[in-house]
């Protein structure tokens, strides 16, 4: 499907130009310049929408409940965290841990509100999606809250920016869970046996190796969660592992091979063993 190949293609692009946004080490300007980089991503994706609009009804589905939702989760998102990270200034490391506890309480109440359509989302339902992503097709005075508010009916549905605020209200609470977790620990440089290293491959990488630890039983018998795991390799490796579920979600949906950091590391290996045996 040429929308589904051009829209992977640039959601890598702004997946890509989204790591290097985490070199700006300021808070603020890194949510703002993120905001940047994700408006951008989304109007490209309206243009060419604009001029490649959908053929059917199946495409258009496609486009406002798996694509578009998608790229306007990192608008929201970004919109979110740059509001948060300007009230935080001046909080010390307690009012810091009591300020994201806080917000976290407060997002809770987005999916209340739309616990209903999250179960839908969740439960990966399909049986509305003629209502809820079809433009036009769905009566907004019965449901106003529900209504996106882009401004352009023809880039719009009732749902899909619901759609799109839920998924930056999961990245939220990652954020605000890995804020507070940081909070608890006191600075690991000060007790570590080693010094720390840099994770050099690409953050999908990582959480593809991480879910490979968990599905195998390789950490604890299996006994572990997942988010501890992404922390155990964020303070080993130093990186800050963002979307880290979204990811993996994107990792299942490979057209051809699913595995391929670990293929990557097989042949690696292979290839090591070959050099060191003279083979």
């Known amino acids: 499907m040429e929308l589904l190949n051009y829209s992977e293609n640039l959601y890598r692009e702004l997946e890509t130009e989204l790591e290097t946004t985490n070199l700006e080490k300021q808070p603020v300007k890194r949510a703002g310049r993120a905001l940047e980089v994700s408006l951008a991503y989304l109007k490209t994706l309206k243009d ?11 495409q258009e589905i496609l486009l406002f409940k798996q694509v578009k939702p998608r790229f306007k989760s990192w608008v929201i998102f ?27 309480e407060a997002l809770a109440h987005v999916f209340e509100a739309n616990l209903s359509f999250y179960q839908y989302v969740r439960t990966e339902s399909d049986y509305l ?8 097709a769905y009566d907004l005075k019965l449901h106003p809250d529900d209504a996106s508010v882009d401004g352009d ?15 930056a209200a999961e990245r939220l609470q990652e954020y605000l869970q890995q804020a507070i977790r940081k909070t608890d620990m006191q600075d690991p ?4 046996p080693f010094d720390r290293h840099h994770w050099t491959a690409s953050q999908t990488d990582a959480i593809e ?41 994107d990792i299942t949906r490979r057209k051809k ?3 391929v950091f ?18």
Not at 156 to 167: E, G, K, P, V, W
Request: charged share 25%; with cysteine.
């Open 48 to 58: 060419w929408v604009k001029a490649n609009p959908p053929a059917d009804q199946e």
């Open 78 to 104: 970004y919109q979110q965290l740059l509001n948060l990270e300007s009230r935080k200034i001046g909080c010390g490391s307690e009012g810091e841990k009591a300020f994201y506890r806080h917000e976290l």
């Open 129 to 136: 999606d003629s209502s809820y992503y079809v433009r036009g």
């Open 153 to 167: 009916e023809f880039f719009m549905t009732s749902h899909d920016n619901t759609l799109a605020r839920l998924f």
């Open 189 to 192: 440089e000060n007790f570590l």
């Open 209 to 249: 190796l991480i879910y490979a630890l968990k599905a195998s039983g390789s950490v604890n018998n299996g006994n572990i969660d997942i988010a501890q795991l992404v922390q155990i390799f964020e303070y080993a490796f130093t990186i800050e592992l963002k979307d880290y579920y979204h990811k993996y979600t």
């Open 257 to 259: 091979d699913i595995p």
């Open 262 to 279: 670990l293929y990557k590391l097989r042949d690696g290996l292979l290839r090591w063993i070959d050099d060191k045996m003279g083979l």
